[in-house]
């Protein structure tokens, strides 16, 4: 490997970084100016998203009985969705049809009502 | 009998070059380094026992020829361009833009940062690589492991591994390197400049960027289509919330296969007559000069922008936008901390650090166009 | 492009049609006797398939503190198992859009609306 | 400099002509349509992202040759006939035959929706295309995207992106098309009649089924086995408990990977010069009619067979023999509970619709056969 | 009318021969027994419905030339060595090798068993097969169907179908085999001695194990260089936490669309020809051979090394070594159970299981690099 | 095809028999001695591993009504994170070695850091 500024010149190398440097400038510019027209255009109305906090609290939470329960049937509904994934484990977990008795039933059913997406 | 010497003349020991054995110690390196360091563990352990595999001496009728090569195979998906776009795509269906479409001028501190792979492009050069081994070897300043594949594939296939190994490596030393150059750059003052809390940004808006986003980058540079497509292809999928479920297997099962059989084939094609040369050395020393000249250029560009601005930008965020995605982000939160306990500014930092990945596969795109055969 | 009968003569599209209808008629007569000898061969006699319904009321469910536990003991064991990275991937169960437990319903829903691949 | 300017005349604006243009505002409509109106998203947003993609004018030292480019790489799946039979495969495991296997008469339901199939064939021909190319728009009327886009890519590659376009926009105008013509073709009476409940289908039935029902329909129609292979397959790993992670998989990650390829290759490789045509204008035509055709066939086959069957049909399930899963059978539940609230005919209306699966699988084995080259 | 002719004549019915009906009912059987006896169905169920697939009679227009063909694409990853050494890749980010690290010694009974392969490979000889044949017919007796179907695609692709169906077949029937064999040999005494319990195994083992396995069994053998390349990046995957979402997808997507692509395209390209020969009689003859061989060599080499050790080891667990895993190790828990209830085998077993893997895995790169051409 | 003795002197199949058992033992011995040496280079402070039972018992849990609100809101916290879609991308919940729900927050720590593939 030879050193030398002449590798530069006959490189052009100059010339593309100019030209690199200005196309990626006026790329990005040219986004930024598109964003902004963007949330211009865009109806200003924003329906604030819920934002949920990423470890939530027990004690702030303090969920009702009735949520617990909602709970209780989410966990179900999971259960009997995941439960494919349950059975896609290993061999022997497959030939074991351990888990929770309730969701025992959910396990095929969930899965011959899986939506026809045919 | 003559069975038996035949066979032991084809085992391993025979044959065995001290390239062999530094290539593999550089191959358990770069595991440990993922492992202990978590040093970009997704991509640097699968290259590091690819690199083991790959440099087992084999005898000619085992090694056979490359077509059938299970190896050389599973290379085609990157010699090809396949892997890096659709890896692209997945995290394009990962990439959270709302942070950049919330304050806009931030990316241009993202351009800014793109410095660095010219610089080193030219400094490349100097020290005497072809002008598209150089382009190449600049990209590594992209921070950005799939476009650095991808353009490398395209420009320098024989310097490939070793500038992906760069990429990926000084990827996870941003947190070693960046902060001096940061601290070297900013007064305290500006470090403890707070920025106003961003917009919220509308559902509509993050539907209609990807689409905008990439209609401008590929008319402005056209190089850069296949990994824009990707990327805000990707992006709309996830946004998109009807395809939900394909932006959900894009980011899992999808970029997690391409990405095994990436880092595995791309480590195994990395031998000794590529990676033991001045070049790599060459190459490395190059990617450490390009990480330290885009941080100094977000850096210095933003002070820069500051003298036009009424509502100050904090200088340490133009450090992101070497892309890195999240680290440099992070490290421009944890040095700011440092300045300002109470100054979170890894939101802001988003914003430059994701338009660092626009802006890499933009500056790829024109080093293909002018400097691919 | 030019219009005419000729091309239909020409392209034998009333054989085609003829053969077409004529074929797939056949095949799915045959179809549909073969199904009915099914049903007869196999054992008449069928063990009722308990029916999991598809929404879980909350009220319905009514849950007693004992069931609330084993909901409990069952989350600590998916969890335990998911942190055992065992989990296998279940798209459909992400592919819900909604932020709040009380869709978990929804999900069901969304599974079946998921729109097509066909 | 020069180099500059050589770069100016390789943007997308240089070369940038209205045909691209409508082409882009093309994808535009169909993400939109896709997002807004939830028309198959699944497909029309990959395939309306695909189209902008395809139809960014590139210079030609860019675009290169066909070989070695990701957009022509990723369409191979499509061109070779791999990505959509391995799609229906993921399809059957989908699929459940219960209702169809609980009430087998209205399988030929199915079969007479697919009149649809050939009418349009002879309209395609009476305006002018090929015998080939008039099998493959005919097949639009089988309202089934990867049957649709199999034969496509046997017959008439030139046209495949058309016919995919207007095979998915019907099936997503299912809602909007059938309707009249349902209530046109019935009596308010018919439209009343109940329907008796199914029986159960014991497991034994559904794991035989596949088995069976691949072997009838390939003897009768060879031209029909990849698909049905595929399908039935499918189907099979779902009913055998004991494959169930491959079923799994069938249809969650694997069909989302093929989605994506599939829907993004096959809208990047529509260019204006296929697309922009007298051509297309006749497929969407004839796709329109085909729809129409095949829901009023198969009404009138319902009411047909209600002259001989003492347990009368609702004539309104014979619409959903289009398939258009599960499309149809929605739209046939919702009609008939216009005339009866309480009259819920999805779950009869389901058994029509997968036979229409099947029937135009069957077609388009009939079709790949006689006008196959 | 002509074309209905055409049509009937290019049925199925026609040119269906007698092998062809043998065929699928010999895929019915393996689909039955998939489900029914639970005889690896991930892998006997979609060979069974490739066969009969694969055998229904196509007329040549249809057929067509192999190119294009849908399922000879798809059976190009098994044709190039594709599939099998990824599908390892999966096994290995399953595998626990951690009983096997806490007793070393056991390792050597994986070791013993292999002897069933040579002894088979020998016979085969014997009645006829050429030395390549014989290899690949030998490789049964590694009871582990990635290995077979790798190291067959190499020596003898003629042979893959009755192989890889030998090998499930055989693989599953092990509980069935092994019991005489292992009662046989040892004496009530023996399959009472109860063993002590293993050490645990810390993390850092478990991590540094797979590269210095890979590197010592590449460098014995370099032939097994592909397939413990795979087997132990895998594992590797899985025990450096770091990678764990890779080793989960590896070890669930994409090892379940490999096994439906690998075992559909086997079943699908394994044709009466092939198959219904003397040849095959003759490998089935081998196969059951092979497992009995290697299950009394594992036994009788524990009973030796009990001669040299005063720790005894339960000669049963010596019969674990043909790998199968894990049916053989559960024979070998349940054959223990039975001399000594409360005597628990299992853990101890999959010691020599595993081992067996990597047994066999040596053995197939020492015959890929004796026998290959 | 033609049996015979000679076929196996002809194929040489004692001598590959001899070297394929050879290699296989020596390799296989090999190992077994690395393995031996591993166990005695490495730290030998075990640190016991928590084993959590695959379908924990609900009568052995007895998780307060705290536990169980806990419970409630890690069910919540992971709904919503799946309903975003966000958390897919996140290796952390499959990575996450502890079995117990109290690290559910442990859980967002992890997800910071979590690699990227970009
Ligand atoms: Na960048
Ligand atoms: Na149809
Ligand atoms: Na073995």
Redesign the interface.
């Given at each position: 490997?030879?050193?030398?500024?002449h590798?530069?010149i006959d490189?052009?190398?100059?010339?593309?970084?100019?030209?690199?440097?200005?196309?990626?400038?006026?790329?990005?510019?040219?986004?930024?100016?598109?964003?902004?027209l963007?949330?211009s255009l865009?109806?200003k109305k924003?329906r604030?998203?819920?934002r949920?906090s990423?470890?939530?609290?027990?004690v702030e939470?303090?969920?009702s009985t009735?949520?617990?329960?909602?709970?209780?049937?989410?966990?179900?509904?999971?259960?009997?969705?995941?439960s494919?994934?349950?059975?896609?484990?290993?061999?022997?977990?497959?030939?074991s049809r351990?888990?929770?008795i309730?969701t025992s039933?959910?396990k095929?059913?969930?899965?011959?009502?899986?939506?026809?997406?045919? | 009998m003559e069975l038996l010497i035949k066979f032991l003349l084809s085992t391993g020991f025979v044959g065995m070059s001290w390239q062999n054995l530094v290539m593999i110690l550089f191959g358990v390196l770069f595991i440990y380094l993922a492992i202990k360091k978590n040093f970009e563990p997704l991509l640097l352990l699968p290259i590091g026992f690819g690199l083991i595999v790959g440099n087992i001496p084999l005898p000619a009728e085992i090694a056979g020829s490359e077509e059938g090569n299970f190896f050389y195979n599973i290379y085609q998906g990157v010699s090809q361009g396949i892997y890096p776009p659709l890896i692209f795509l997945g995290v394009g269906a990962m990439t959270d833009f709302s942070s950049m479409l919330s304050n806009p001028k931030l990316v241009l501190l993202g351009a800014a940062a793109q410095f660095g792979i010219f610089l080193t492009l030219i400094g490349a050069l100097f020290i005497g690589f072809t002008p598209a081994q150089a382009g190449a070897i600049g990209i590594i300043g992209g921070a950005d492991g799939p476009t650095a594949i991808f353009l490398a594939s395209k420009l320098a296939p024989e310097l490939l591994g070793s500038i992906a190994i760069a990429a990926y490596s000084y990827m996870s030393l941003v947190p070693v390197i960046q902060p001096p150059i940061m601290r070297l750059l900013t007064t305290k003052e500006e470090r403890r400049i707070r920025m106003q809390v961003s917009r919220q940004v509308s559902k509509k808006e993050k539907i209609i960027f990807p689409i905008v986003a990439f209609l401008v980058c590929t008319m402005i540079a056209p190089g850069s289509m296949v990994l824009m497509g990707c990327l805000f292809f990707g992006n709309l999928l996830k946004e998109a919330v009807v395809t939900e479920r394909l932006a959900n297997t894009a980011r899992n099962a999808m970029i997690d296969i391409l990405t095994i059989l990436l880092g595995f084939s791309v480590g195994a094609h990395t031998l000794a007559e590529n990676f033991l040369t001045w070049q790599s050395i060459g190459i490395f020393v190059m990617g450490a000069a390009a990480f330290a000249c885009a941080t100094a250029a977000g850096v210095l560009f933003a002070k820069f922008m500051n003298l036009f601005l009424k509502q100050k930008i904090n200088p340490l965020v133009g450090a992101a936008g070497v892309s890195a995605v999240p680290n440099a982000a992070r490290v421009c939160n944890k040095v700011g901390l440092e300045a300002d306990p109470g100054n979170y500014l890894l939101m802001h930092a988003m914003a430059p650090n994701v338009a660092g990945v626009v802006g890499s596969a933009i500056a790829a795109g024109v080093l293909l166009t002018i400097l691919g055969s």
């Open positions: 490997m030879n050193f030398g500024f590798n530069i490189g052009n190398g100059f010339g593309v970084m100019l030209t690199g440097m200005l196309i990626v400038f006026v790329g990005l510019v040219f986004l930024s100016c598109i964003i902004m963007l949330s865009v109806d924003k604030p998203r819920r949920l990423q470890n939530p609290d027990p939470l303090k969920p009735a949520e617990i329960i909602a709970v209780a049937s989410l966990v179900i509904h999971m259960e009997s969705e995941r494919l994934g349950e059975l896609a484990q290993t061999p022997i977990q497959r030939q351990h888990g929770s309730w039933v959910g095929m059913h969930s899965l011959s009502e899986g939506g026809s997406h045919a | -």
